[in-house]
């Protein structure tokens, strides 16, 4: 089985492993990536956010060979104003409790804020409805993206 060749945070990465295996299992155990987080395994809670070609995907769900060529961005290998942005914004509205799901929740943010630089509130609350908090700090954190919003104006 030839190696599974990918991108991974802007660098070349080429992977030996099943083509069946999760995103997210060969980011953190074969790559050492392990900002994304294990949640549901089911792809219910978002924990595990990436994204693959600029778009938000739960990796505990996604086949690592059916992303072969694909550009994934983790936690660790976001950059730029919007991330920058909502990396601010979560510090300054201290968003974080006990932080297990927030790598995931900014992996959607960026994204959201990537396609949509002005979200109202109904936005923000249908692209982050995957990305579940048992501290629940969806109030915080939909102060934060709007905070983001706002840096990104200026």
């Known amino acids: 089985m030839p190696p599974i060749k990918l991108t991974l945070n802007g660098k070349p990465w080429s992977v030996d492993a099943d083509p069946d295996m999760p995103l997210l299992w060969a980011v953190r155990e074969i790559a050492g990536q392990t900002g994304s987080k294990f949640g549901c395994g ?3 809670c978002g924990a595990c956010t990436m994204h693959v070609d600029g778009q938000p995907v739960r990796s505990c769900s996604t086949p690592i060979g059916s992303i072969a060529g694909s550009k ?4 660790e290998g976001l950059e730029g ?3 920058k942005a909502v990396q601010d914004a979560w510090i300054k509205l201290d968003v974080v409790q006990c ?3 927030q790598s995931g929740q900014i992996m959607s943010a960026v994204a ?7 979200p109202t509130d109904q936005d923000i609350d249908s692209a982050m409805s995957g990305n579940l908090c048992r501290c629940s ?3 915080r954190i939909r102060a934060a993206i709007h905070e983001a919003a706002k ?3 200026i």
């Open 42 to 44: 089911a792809a219910q």
């Open 99 to 101: 932080g297990y799901c």
């Open 112 to 118: 959201l804020l990537t396609d949509t630089p002005k």
């Open 81 to 83: 104003k919007v991330s």
């Open 72 to 75: 994934v961005t983790t936690i």
């Open 137 to 139: 700090t969806y109030v």
């Open 151 to 153: 840096a990104l104006e």
